[in-house]
């Protein structure tokens, strides 16, 4: 193998998370259930959460390949690049999602898995339990931003609340892995700087 090869992976995953339609073995959550009826207001509305929602899943994909990269042991780079491919999916089914809606997909996403990437390489680089521990906060604020847009989703649209649903329960599982394989507690601040990036990506997505 030659030393440029997973330098050449990660670039290669770079381009088909931002470029390239995600691929899927699960069915599309909610896709049997009949649309519901939204004003246009309400359709943008929620066009415009999945799009956060997508965004979210170009930096999970961006923090775990950074983290697999940096990544010490072979159980912990397994977990994550299984959590990798239920991310996949989720990009997958909210892209599907903003299809639907007659939304778009946020115009910042190679910035927002650039900045992601290089976040996730350096909790990877701080030891597994210092990654873990970001990945199962990450997860945490993931949930609750997702039980967020369900309280904003109207009641009628049935399909977009079955796509969240899975997806929150998908992270849910995603952290209690890392907590299960020794991730550490990150400090107050550290978290208090997760949240506050968190809010501007989701502010900016939102309407970029």
């Not at 030393?3 to 896709?31: M, N």
């Not at 892209?95 to 650039?114: C, M, V």
Request: hydrophobic share 45%; charged share 20%; with cysteine.
């Amino acid at each position: 193998m030659s030393l440029l090869d997973p330098f050449i992976f990660q670039v290669d995953q770079a381009l088909r998370t931002v470029f390239a339609k995600a691929p899927t073995t699960r069915p599309l959550p909610g896709a049997a259930l009949p649309e519901g009826e939204l004003t246009e207001a309400e359709r943008r509305h929620v066009a415009a959460l999945m799009r956060v929602n997508h965004v979210g899943e170009v930096c999970a994909q961006a923090l775990y390949a950074g983290q697999a990269f940096a990544a010490r042991d072979g159980a912990v780079r397994q977990a994550l690049e299984h959590a990798a491919w239920e991310e996949t999916e989720h990009l997958n089914w909210t892209e599907s999602r903003i299809a639907e809606l007659g939304g778009r997909k946020s115009l910042l996403n190679p910035l927002w898995y650039a900045g992601a990437w290089t976040m996730g390489a350096l909790a990877g680089r701080l030891g597994d339990p210092v990654s873990l521990g970001f990945l199962a906060e990450t997860e945490r604020q993931v949930e609750a931003h997702l039980d967020s847009h369900l309280s904003q989703i109207p009641q009628a649209d049935r399909r977009s609340q079955a796509i969240i649903d899975q997806m929150k329960a998908d992270e849910i599982a995603h952290a209690a892995t890392a907590i299960k394989l020794g991730a550490s507690e990150l400090p107050a601040p550290a978290k208090g700087a997760m949240k506050l990036a968190a809010r501007v990506m989701t502010g900016t997505a939102y309407w970029v």
